[in-house]
C-alpha cells in the first residue's frame, strides 16, 4: 500500500517542507516545447525523495514494458503500446495500413471526393481527431467535417444537416466496434444515404477498428476496413488510423508530423534523466498538488483558440486512466489518486471561471499552454495573448498581500476607511502552483510532442499511486445498466425495479410510459 511505503512517506514529507522558490527559473526543453515547472513546489530534499519512490515502484523497468510491448495493462492482460504506432521503424501490419490508408486519402484526393466527412467515433474515438482537424483546419478546408459522437439524437441529425450524401463519406471509429453511439449513429448514417438513393452506400463507410469481422457483418466493405488493434487502448487510437478523418480534412502530413512530434518525446521519455525527463518532472509535480497538497482539480488554459479540445482531450487520458482508487494488489491506494481535469481555452477562461482559481477556497494547479509564434497576421492579438497568458500565470504565483491591496484602493482616491474595506476583496493568496508549456509555434510536431507528454505524465502517475492507468471498469458498468434500462424503456422486457432505488424506479416507468405514447 503506497501510504505505509517508507519511500512514500518520505517523499510527501520533503513535498510538505518545500516551496515554489519564485527566483529559480526551471525549464526543460524537448521537442519544440519549453516546459517551464519554475511554478511548482522543489527543494533538494524532493528531488532526492522523488528518485526513491520511482526505484521503488520499479520505474525504468516499469518504463521498458511499455515501451516495448510487455502486459502494461495488467488487469486486462495486454500490452498498451501506443508507442509502436510512431516509432519510425513501425512494425509491418502498421506500416501497411499506414500505407493503405494514405493510398485511400491519396486516391480520394486525386479524384477530388468526399467534399464531406462525417466522423463518427467517441471518447478515445473522437476527441483527438476532433483536436487535431480543429488545429490544423481552424481556417477551413475544402472539406468539410462534422463530428458525431453522442447518442443524443440530435447530434446526428444536425451532423448530417445539409450535405449532399452523394459526396460524403461516412467514417465509422470504434476499436471495439460494440460502442452504443457509434453504431446507433452509424446506422442512421446508412440509412440517410439509402434514402438518398445512393448507390451502393456501404462503400460510403469506412470502419476504423480493432474488430474488422464484426465492422464487416455490420456491413462495411472489407477494402474500407482499416484496422488497429487490441494493444493500443482506445484513448490512445488517435495515433492509429483514426486520423484517416484528419489526412483527408487537412493532409497525411498532418498525420506523419504528429506522429513524429510525439515519437521524439517517446525517446526522451525513455532517455532523459529523471531531473531534465518532462512527462516525469510534470507527473511529480501532479502528484504533489493532488496527494500532499490536496488540490482536488487540475485546470488546463491552452492559450490558443485552435487548442479548445486538448481540454476534453487531457480529460479524457487523466480522467479515465487515473479515476481510480484500487492498486493494483486490489487494495486501496489510501491517498487522494487521479485529479478532476476542466478547463478552457484563455482568454475566455479568465472571463469564466479564472475569479474561482485566483480567490476561490479552493484553487486547483493550472498548465497553461500557449504558443510563442502564432500563424495569423496581427501581431497585436498575439501580444495581448501572451500577455494574457503571462499575467494570469503570475498573479496566481505572486498573489497581492493587504498592504499592497490598500495602497492601490489609496491610490484610487478612496478614504482610508473605505480603502481598509474593500481591499481585503482585492488580497490574492498566491502560491497557487501552475506549469507553463511554451510550443514554439503550433506544428503538427509540437502538437505531437505535447499529447505524448501528457500520456507519459498519466503513465507515471499511475505508477507512482500504483493503479492501472490503462484500464476503465468504472465506465463498462455504467454501459452495462444502461442496455438492461434501454431494454425495459423501449419495452423489450418489464422494468425490473424491485432492486431498484425509488428514484430510478419512477423515472423508469415515466420514461417507459411517455415513449410509448
Ligand atoms: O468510454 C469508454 C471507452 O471505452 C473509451 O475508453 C473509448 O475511447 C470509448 O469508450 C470508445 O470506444 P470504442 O473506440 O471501442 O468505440
Not at 237 to 244: C, D, G, K, T
Not at 381 to 408: F, I, P
Request: glycine letters at 8%; one cysteine or more.
Amino acid at each position: 500500500m503506497l501510504s505505509n511505503m517508507p519511500e512514500w512517506v518520505a517523499f510527501k514529507d520533503a513535498a510538505r517542507t518545500s516551496s515554489v522558490n519564485v527566483q529559480n527559473l526551471r525549464l526543460i526543453q524537448v521537442a519544440g516545447i519549453d516546459l517551464d515547472i519554475s511554478g511548482q513546489v522543489s527543494s533538494p530534499q524532493l528531488t532526492e525523495a522523488a528518485r526513491a519512490l520511482l526505484a521503488a515502484r520499479d520505474f525504468p523497468a516499469m518504463r521498458e514494458r511499455l515501451l516495448s510491448g510487455g502486459i502494461a495493462n495488467t488487469t486486462e492482460e495486454r500490452a498498451a503500446w501506443h508507442t509502436a504506432l510512431r516509432a519510425p521503424a513501425a512494425i509491418k501490419e502498421v506500416a501497411q495500413e499506414r500505407q493503405r490508408l494514405n493510398a485511400f486519402v491519396r486516391l480520394a484526393d486525386s479524384e477530388r471526393r468526399w467534399r464531406n466527412i462525417v466522423h463518427i467515433g467517441i471518447g478515445g474515438s473522437d476527441w483527438g481527431v476532433r483536436l487535431t482537424v480543429s488545429a490544423f483546419g481552424y481556417a477551413g478546408t475544402w472539406r468539410e467535417v462534422h463530428f458525431v459522437a453522442n447518442i443524443d439524437g440530435h447530434a446526428i441529425q444536425g451532423g448530417l444537416a445539409g450535405l449532399d450524401p452523394h459526396d460524403t463519406l461516412i467514417v465509422m471509429a470504434s476499436k471495439s466496434f460494440t460502442t452504443a453511439e457509434t453504431l446507433q449513429n452509424g446506422q442512421r448514417a446508412l440509412e440517410w444515404l439509402q434514402a438518398a438513393g445512393v448507390e451502393n452506400p456501404q462503400s460510403h463507410i469506412v470502419a476504423i477498428t480493432a474488430r474488422p469481422e464484426t465492422a464487416k457483418k455490420w456491413g462495411v466493405p472489407e477494402a474500407n476496413i482499416f484496422k488497429l488493434w487490441d494493444w493500443v487502448g482506445g484513448r490512445f487510437s488517435m495515433w492509429s488510423a483514426v486520423n484517416l478523418t484528419t489526412a483527408l480534412a487537412v493532409s497525411e502530413d498532418v498525420v506523419a508530423g504528429m506522429l513524429a512530434g510525439a515519437n521524439a518525446m517517446d525517446n526522451h521519455f525513455a532517455q532523459a534523466p529523471i531531473e531534465q525527463n518532462a512527462p516525469i518532472q510534470m507527473a511529480l509535480a501532479g502528484v504533489v498538488n493532488r496527494s500532499v497538497l490536496d488540490y482536488g482539480s487540475l485546470n488546463i488554459a491552452p492559450y490558443d483558440f485552435r487548442l479548445a479540445s486538448l481540454v476534453p482531450y487531457v480529460q479524457q487520458l487523466e480522467m479515465e486512466s487515473l479515476g481510480k482508487s484500487v492498486d493494483l494488489d486490489g487494495e486501496p491506494v489510501n491517498v487522494p489518486t487521479g485529479p478532476a481535469v476542466w478547463g478552457m481555452p484563455g482568454t475566455d477562461a479568465q472571463h469564466t471561471f479564472f475569479q474561482w482559481l485566483h480567490q476561490g477556497s479552493d484553487g486547483a494547479p493550472v498548465d497553461f499552454i500557449v504558443c510563442q509564434q502564432a500563424d495569423h497576421g496581427w501581431p497585436a492579438h498575439h501580444t495581448s495573448l501572451l500577455a494574457n497568458c503571462l499575467a494570469q500565470r503570475e498573479a496566481l504565483l505572486k498573489g497581492k498581500g493587504y498592504d499592497a491591496a490598500l495602497q492601490e484602493c489609496l491610490d484610487a482616491g478612496m478614504s482610508q476607511e473605505q480603502a481598509a474595506k474593500v481591499a481585503r476583496h482585492r488580497v490574492h493568496p498566491g502560491g497557487r502552483p501552475s506549469n507553463l508549456i511554451v510550443l514554439s509555434r503550433l506544428s503538427p510536431y509540437t502538437l505531437g510532442a505535447l499529447l505524448a507528454m501528457y500520456e507519459h505524465k498519466v503513465f507515471v502517475q499511475g505508477l507512482i499511486w500504483g493503479i492501472n492507468p490503462f484500464d476503465q471498469w468504472g465506465v463498462e458498468y455504467g454501459k452495462v445498466l444502461a442496455k438492461g434500462i434501454t431494454a425495459e424503456l423501449s419495452g423489450q422486457v418489464q422494468p425490473d425495479n424491485a432492486s431498484r432505488d425509488a428514484s430510478t424506479a419512477h423515472w423508469v416507468q415515466t420514461f417507459a410510459r411517455s415513449l410509448k405514447a
